[in-house]
Structures are given as structure tokens and as C-alpha cells.
DNA sequence: CTAGTTGCAAAGAGTTTGCATGGCG
DNA sequence: CGCCATGCAAACTCTTTGCAACTAG
């Protein structure tokens, strides 16, 4: 049995920030200066110990874009179904976007019966440029 | 223009193990370590330097795995076309798979006329699961 | 000889851990 | 009150940079 979550301040503020921007990606250090510059302190090992924990917990989404050394977390939006579906990720503005097609549905399926590997669409982002970016 | 490029000991020891490492990745370490091992002595940054310069000149890929903080780096292969197609990485034993298909390489397309999105292959790796892993 | 290269050590950047204090329930 | 969470600082890991010595061409 996992340990009792207890609510606290910290937590409640850095869960409303990622409800708040659930259409960008927020790195550990955005958060932790957006609060500090709110009237309010928090440790950046909190920060990192409560975003450990969201991802863990499938609230957030960890990635690792390439041009960048820190990682970006983001709200897993169940509305949106998005362990269901691909993700781009503009590599140029951040963007992300979901891939609800069903022609792309179809990919998993395919990878899965004739490569023998099951993609694991909550890890997985399409890096690329979107429309406005590559022009 | 761009200075020129000494050939060096060094760089020769690096080239030739993605040479002979054509289908694994390796990470920075590794080959310092490996170098080191072998009778031989070099420095990191020196590794790091010609990495660099590696990845820029198209000859290998880095990568950035979701649960590895260092960065790893693979030979492009020519032959096997690596820019023009995706790659499959196992999450749990590391294997990378060239998913050199016509239906993949659809994919490509069709995100790019339905979607609008520029896909990167050269960035872009699918996570998941391997036939052997996922039993 | 000149300009690119190397190795070492120090500096950075991002993240994690140890530990005493503080706060939820 | 017990146990989890927080903050701070130190420790860590990976990578980059400064610089003097070195070397390919």
C-alpha cells in the first residue's frame, strides 16, 4: 500500500499551475520561480519530489527535448484521451499537439503485428516542426 | 568555410567503435571508459568534443532516453537509410529497431499533408516494447 | 610555423539526497 | 502525536569551458 497523500499548500499550487497550462510543457525551474515570485517559497526539491510523484502517478507527462538539458512536464489531459493517441511536439515553439486520427490509430496496430513491438503511446513524441514553425 | 579537421588518434579510436557498434548506441562514458580500458588515455572533453562535431556532420544521432540522463549517440548507417525512416526503442533491454517499411514510412506524409507537421526522423524515436520484453 | 586538438581541472546546469524542522490528519 | 512533507544545503551526474601544451599538415 502507498503512503498517505497529504494535501499540502506546495502541492496544491503546483498541481493548479499545470491545470492552468495544459496546453504547454512547464520545466522544474519555471515553477519553482513562478511561486517564489508569487509571495510564496518552495524548495526545488520539493518541486522535483511532488513532479516525481505526478508522473509516477500518470497526472503528468516527463520529456526530454533535444536542444534542451532540463526536462518539461505536462498535464495529462483525460478529456483528451491521450494515452490513446500520439503526440508532436514542435521542436521549435513546444507545441504539443495530439495526433487523434484514426489512420495513425492504425500505426500501433501495425508496428505491433508485423515488427513484434508494442508502442507505448504515453512515452512516445513525434519531434518535428509544426506549421507555423517551418516557415 | 569550416576549419579543417586534423586527422588525430583520438578521433580514429571514436569513429571506428560506432563503426563497430553500428546497431547499439553508446553514451559518452562508455566510450571514455572503453578508450581507457584499452591501453590508451583520453579526456572526456575531448569526447564530448568530437561528439559534437559528429552529430553535426551527420555522421551519428543523439538521442536523449525518457529514463537516462545522459545522452547517447549512435552510428547513422548509410545503407540502412536511418535518416528516412523511424526508429523503435525498447524500454526495457535498450534495443534500437530500424523500422524500415513502406507502411512507416507513409506515416511521414501523411502527418505532414493531414496535419501539417514536419516530422524529424532523425529525432524521433518510438518507445515501447520489444517481442522478447514485453512476454 | 600555424591553426586545430588534446587533457586536465574547474565551472555549470540540472537533479537528487540527507537531515532536522514543520504540518496534515 | 505519528508520519509524511518541506527546505536548505550538500552531493551528484553529466556536460561544457578555459587554458597551456601538443601536433598534424
Known amino acids: 500500500m502507498r503512503p498517505t497523500d497529504y494535501k499540502t ?3 496544491e499550487i503546483i498541481l ?3 491545470l492552468e497550462n495544459k496546453d504547454k510543457h ?3 525551474a519555471e515553477i519553482v520561480s513562478y511561486i517564489n515570485s508569487n509571495n510564496y517559497n518552495i524548495g526545488t526539491a520539493t518541486v522535483y519530489r511532488y513532479l516525481d510523484r505526478l508522473v509516477s502517478n500518470g497526472i503528468i507527462r516527463k520529456y526530454f527535448l533535444d536542444d534542451k538539458s532540463s526536462a518539461c512536464y505536462q498535464y495529462i489531459d483525460p478529456e483528451k484521451k491521450c494515452r490513446e493517441h500520439f ?3 514542435c521542436i521549435e515553439c513546444g507545441e504539443l499537439m ?4 484514426s489512420y495513425m490509430q492504425a500505426i ?3 508496428i505491433l503485428a ?3 513491438f508494442t508502442v507505448d503511446n504515453s512515452r ?3 519531434y518535428g516542426r509544426c506549421k507555423n514553425c517551418e516557415k
Open 108 to 110: 500501433g496496430d501495425h
Open 26 to 28: 512547464l520545466t522544474a
Open 124 to 126: 512516445t513524441v513525434l
Open 98 to 101: 495530439h495526433l487523434d486520427c
Open 114 to 116: 508485423e515488427h513484434g
Open 87 to 89: 503526440h508532436l511536439k
Open 9 to 11: 499548500k506546495q502541492k
Open 16 to 18: 493548479n499551475m499545470f
